[in-house]
């Protein structure tokens, strides 16, 4: 059995998937986001090491209670490996097997990841930064091409379970560039979930903060334009 870097686990959580959930946190991760929250997961040297032993066992006791395990970051593609295995040993385990398997994902992963993974997986919530590639560059630090391909691909298997977008005040949150998005991603499967989350400054790191947390009307104003697009949305 392979081991990874964790940066931590939730043992319930109501909101990193559908259901409760626990949740593995990977430390490392590809997109230097200027949002983040967590950026202490970031660099690749961090965390722990741990086994698919350890976490299968750290899941048994929890397992009446859950609906599923959800593997975030970090990326978690970064250790597909090891996702893979742990995946692999909760759906081969008699009791463990009935527990969804997700991934919470920047989507910015080859396409071979996504074959490695898909086996064991049974959705994935992905990331959407920005539409636009030059606004994704400067959201992230890289462009936003293998995260759209990710979108399409998992779309395509049927693995897709949310696409999750963060808006920030003044960033990427206008009317024009909501209806760029929900014509995107209607053009991929017009009835997506959607989840939208409004940027909170909690935790961020100070390269941040010039960001504008949306208030509650705007937020709610999200969800009116992407809710009139078709899409089921979630607005937190």
């Keep these: 059995m392979s081991a990874a870097r964790v940066a931590g686990t939730i043992e ?7 259901g409760n959930r626990f949740v593995v946190f990977l430390q490392g991760c590809n997109l230097d986001c200027l949002a983040c929250h967590n950026p202490q997961t970031i660099p690749l040297g961090g ?5 698919v032993d350890e976490l299968v066992e750290a899941i048994r006791p929890a397992a009446p209670f859950l609906s599923g395990v959800t593997v975030s970051g970090g990326e978690p593609t970064l250790q597909a490996g090891f996702v893979r295995d742990l995946f692999a040993a909760l759906r081969d385990d008699p009791v463990l097997r009935r ?33 636009d590639a030059d ?3 400067r959201l992230t630090g890289k462009g936003n091409d293998r995260v759209l391909e990710s979108i399409r691909l998992l779309a395509r298997r049927g693995k897709l379970a949310e696409v999750r977008l963060l808006l920030m005040a003044g960033v990427n949150d206008s009317d024009a560039q909501l209806a760029e998005v929900a014509a995107w991603l209607a053009g991929v499967d017009p009835r997506l979930r959607v989840r939208v989350q409004g940027y909170r400054a909690h935790g961020v790191r100070a390269v941040a903060a010039d960001l504008v947390e949306p208030t509650v009307e705007q937020r709610r104003h999200y969800g009116n334009v992407l809710t009139a697009a078709g899409f089921e949305v979630t607005v937190v």
């Excluded at 994902?105 to 994935?124: H, I, S």
């Design 12 to 18: 319930f959580s109501a909101v990193d998937g559908p």
């Design 47 to 51: 965390g722990r090491r741990v086994s």
């Design 99 to 131: 527990l969804t398997r997700f991934v919470d994902t920047n989507g910015d992963a080859d396409r071979a990841v996504w074959d490695l993974l898909d086996p064991v997986l049974d959705g994935a919530l992905v990331d959407l930064k920005a539409l």
């Design 135 to 137: 606004l994704h560059r």
